[in-house]
């Protein structure tokens, strides 16, 4: 498996990446769940505008939906 490199841009191999926030109403909570919303990062490509990657800044508050998801939810 190919480790995934947030440095390269996969589409036109740019290096320049930069980060962008989502935050707000746009914010990501965990699903189904009452709660603040987190904010999303993405990795963006600062060339082609390519969003490499996105993540949440708070991971662990999402743990309690995994089970959810696990029972076909
Ligand atoms: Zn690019």
């Known amino acids: 498996m190919v480790k995934f ?3 390269e841009c996969p589409k036109c ?3 320049e990446i930069g980060r962008g926030k989502q935050s707000g109403y ?3 909570t965990p699903y189904e769940k009452m ?3 987190h904010s999303l990062i993405h990795l963006i490509c600062t060339d082609c505008g ?3 990657g996105s993540y ?3 991971p662990k508050v999402f743990k309690k939906t ?3 998801y696990i029972r076909g939810i």
């Open 5 to 7: 490199n947030a440095k």
């Open 13 to 15: 191999g740019s290096h």
């Open 26 to 28: 746009a914010g990501v």
């Open 35 to 37: 709660g603040f919303n």
């Open 50 to 52: 390519w969003v490499v």
């Open 56 to 58: 949440v800044e708070n």
């Open 66 to 68: 995994v089970s959810d």
